[in-house]
Structure formats: structure tokens, C-alpha cells
């Protein structure tokens, strides 16, 4: 198992800008990482959907490219609440996030519902980046491993080979998200990537499963994050608070890049 040669670093905004400092914090993003070649860099933001068509105008999807926090699992209907693929699309957005944790454990939503939204996500050609990871229970119970291969395997279900090039995986322990998270150990990451990696080798073969990225996300900051990118498995970061502020990104931007030798 290598690390891929292409290094992924973005971040999910989730509802905390509006539409002028999320566009701000675009613009100043784009300025400051203009001068990196994106040949073997893929930067991307998830902001709110009332910034998606704002941000769509703004951006420069060669430097950074953006998409959505979520996603239906249908094209239209009486699903009040709900934002189609196609009006996402309209928007410009090339990636649609689907299963973050604050989707499942607030919203309630299960791998059933997430692999419905993988398969339509797909579908209209979305680069669709799936977020699994643990309960703080289930790693005490040692089942760790048995409910990132049950995540995946649900949430993949009936997604087809050629398809596999569309998809990113997002690891994120669920203790480890939001304010009072606590940071994986980079041993700890690393294995649950090999987990991950094997699972994809499973489902799609090794030639396709090995292309897929495999992130990790959950209380990345400046220092943890070259720590966690040196580990093998680990393709790029899906940083949270951190990387809500451009410069501060564009730090941590930098020091995974040096320690990538890119």
C-alpha cells in the first residue's frame, strides 16, 4: 500500500460563513496558493449551499475546486428541505460530500440512505467523497474495524468499477470531530487507512481500490497535520477549524506539501 502521488487537502465549512466570508475566504485562499502547481495538489472547499452559487462565480476550479455538504438521493419530488443534484450542479460544484458524521448521528441518517445518495451523487457525475469513522463506544469495544468495512460496503453497494474513479474517501473518527474532539494518533490513523484501503481493494480490486484517496479528517491541526500526512495510507488531509481561516491554511498547506516533497 503506497501513498497516492496527488496530495488532497480541504475543508467543510459547515454552517459557520455566510455568503461574503465564504467568498472571502476564497478569494484570499485562491491568492494565497496560486503559485503552487496543482499537478500534484487537489485543494477543495464544502461551504453551505446558500454560498454555492456565490463561490461558483468567484472560484477558479483549477485552483480550488468546491461542492456541496450533502446531497439528495433523488433528482426532484416532494422532499421539502431537500437540494437535487441537479440544482447543485447548477451551481458549478463538482464534489458531493455524503455520510459526515453530523448527518448520521444528528440527522439520524444510516448507510442505507448514504448509499442512495453515493449511487445518485455518482450518477450525475459528482466526485463523491464519503465520510465514515467509529463512535468513541464502538473503539472501546475494539469493533472499530468492523464498522468501517460495514460502512463501506453499505454505503458502496452497487456502485460500479468504472465508477470507482469518481469517489474520495474521508476517515473521520467520530470522537475525534468538532470542538471537543481529540486527535487520532498518527498510528492509530494509519491503521484505519490500511482497514479502509484493504476494504476498497475488496470491493473494486486492487487496481482500481489503491487509486481511490483515502483522507483523514478529525482535529487536523498545525501540529498534527505533517505527522499525519507522513503516515502510510493517508493521501491528504480533511481539516476542520484549522483551515477555516486562509492564511492559516495556507500554512498548513505548505508544511504537508514539504513534508510530501512537493
Known sequence: ???????????????????SETTGFIERLQELTKDISREKLQLFVLPSYTALESVGKISDPEL????????????????????SPIMIKETGASIAMIGHSERRHIFRENDLEENLKIRCSLRHGFTTLLCIGETEEEKEKNISDEVLKEQLKIGLYKVAKEQAHGLWIAYEPVWAIGVNG????????????????????EIFGEELGEKIPVLYGGSVNNENAEELISMEGIDGLFIGRSAWDADNFNKIIRKVMKIRNI
Do not use: C, R
Not at 1 to 19: A, R, V
Not at 187 to 197: D, G, L, N, R
Open 182 to 201: 481529540k486527535p487520532a494518533s498518527k498510528q492509530y490513523a494509519s491503521e484505519k487507512h490500511k482497514v479502509i484501503k484493504q476494504t476498497l481493494n
Open 1 to 19: 500500500m503506497k501513498q497516492l502521488n496527488k496530495l488532497y487537502l480541504g475543508t467543510n465549512t459547515k454552517m459557520y460563513k455566510t455568503i
Open 64 to 83: 480550488i475546486a468546491f461542492g456541496s455538504q450533502n446531497i439528495s438521493w433523488d433528482d426532484q419530488g416532494q422532499f421539502t428541505g431537500e437540494v
